[in-house]
Structures are given as C-alpha cells and as structure tokens.
C-alpha cells in the first residue's frame, strides 16, 4: 500500500485538483489518501468534501501548528509501505506514485526517490528544477549531498520514501515553519542512499493560492520561525559522514541563504548578518549573494540592503 498524506491549510482553491491527481494515478497497487486539515478558516474543508471517496480519510488539527506537524499527524495513521507528502496546491503527473514506487520495490537498499518537478510562479517564466545534463535513466545517487548540492533537486511533493524509515527518522521538526522539509531530508538521507528519477513527474504552483489568500501575512509568519544554521543542524550535524561532509556544507550554504533572508525579513538584521559573515563563502554561486556577502562587511551597507530586500518584498 502507498499512503499519500496532504497537509492543508486554506487551500480550498487548489485542494480539489491535489486530490483529483492523487486519485488518478496509474499502476495496480493499494492506495489510501489522508488529509490533515490544519485548522483552515475558508472553505478547504468543504472543498475536500466535494470530492471525497471512501479512500479518503480526513483529521483535523485542534489548532494550527503548521506544515510540519500536520505531515507527522499524516505520517503517524499512515498504513502503507510507501508515504509522499503533497502539499494542498500541488499535483502530481499520473505515472508518479507507479514510477517511483516501483524503482523503491526494484531497489530495496533506498530510502526515498524523488523525481523532477516543475515550478509556476506568478509573474515568471515556468521553471523546471533540477536543471538536469545526464540522460534519462532512473538512478542511485552515489552521493545524496553533493547531488542536492550542485542540482538542488529535492523539494516537498517530489518524493515517495519507506514509511518506517520516515517515521525512524522522528518525523519533521514541528518547531521549525521555515526550511523544515529541507532538514527531514537531509535527516532520511542519514538513514540510506537515495534514488533519482529524470523525469518531471509534480508540479507546483501554490503562489497563486498563497497571493489570493493572504502571501504577506503567511509568509511573516514563517520568518518569524526561522532560527540560525546551527540551530537548525543540531540533530544532524553528529550523524552526517565524514565522507559525505562536503556535499553536506554546501547544503548547508544554501539553507544558510534561505535562512539568513527569513532573518533579515522578520526584523533581525544583526543576526541575519552574523549568518551571512559566517556562511557567506558557502552560498550558492549567484551575483546576488555576492552583493549579500559584500553588504554584510560594512554595517552602513547592511542597513541600506536590508532596506531595499523588505521594501522589495513587501511590494510582490
């Protein structure tokens, strides 16, 4: 059985067509879906009644306690072998579940496979993720953290991993908002190799929803979350090995960006400051963080960058 938990929360725009593409997948296999309903106030509910089946089973967070914890409520009555977390406004392909669950049966020394997707962002050109240059085979990832950190090729919805190992893991942080699926699987890839599928099997475009629903006041909430590198490393730093080490520290560069301007949005510019003057040399090579790694060195230009990323974001 294939357990397809959907965390929700004021997706009732998109929640319909997440279920409707969890419902047509394609292969012979058993299936449950759960939703996990994190105390929605519009109409996600009704919407998720509108098209349920007796596949579906429901729960609902007595209060809301974020994506996190509604994953680990979905993974905790989940009852299959395999579990994929989709998120309320994301859609899978029909061959996803066939296609990755039957590369985890064909390789039972993986933990999790995850597949290419495609991002649609309001006012940008569709994006594909990874930008992948080999062929087209199905893979075992010689190297999980080198390969997330030259492609950054994992995202939430893009992956079927083994429920016991998810659940071995200890689940998703609940205390972290922000970059908490990023550490979950950086944690299950501590547990055993993981496998690559070339071929865009998810689709996310949920910053529709998010814009209609209220993006500012959602996101600030998530920034608010956000912590330090070393606060959001401190159960995996000790089980990382020492082979895997430099792929690891890049990730972590790019986890250090995303947190570091979470930092910087929520008002706590010296420390996001701190974060940038510390991990800086590890972000991702990109002109902008050049211009974060340059700013950082002199407090009048990190005042004057600070200014202009809130000013820009509030304006989106």
Known sequence: MISVVI????????????IRSAL???GDFEREIIVVDDCSTDETLKAVEAVSDAGIRIFHQESNRGPAAARNRG?????????AFLDGDDYWEPEFLQKTATFLTTHPEAVAVSVMQRHIIPGKAEAVAPCWDGDDCPRLLENFFDFWARYNHVCTGAVLMRTEVARRTGGQREDLRICEDLEFWAMLATCGPWGFIPEILFTSDGGVVTRKTGWLAKNRQRWASAVPLVEWERRLKTRIPAGLLPGYQKVCGRIARNLSYSLLLSGRIEMARREVLQYGDAFPPHRL?????????????????CNFLTRREKQR
Do not use: D, H
Request: charged letters at 20%; hydrophobic letters at 55%; a positive charge.
């Open 7 to 18: 965390p929700t929360y004021n997706t009732a725009l998109l929640i319909g067509r997440a």
């Open 24 to 26: 047509m997948q394609t």
């Open 75 to 83: 993974m905790m009555e989940a009852r299959g072998e395999f579990i």
């Open 289 to 305: 963080n050049r211009v974060w790694r340059m700013a950082a060195r002199n407090a009048f230009l990190w005042r004057v960058w």
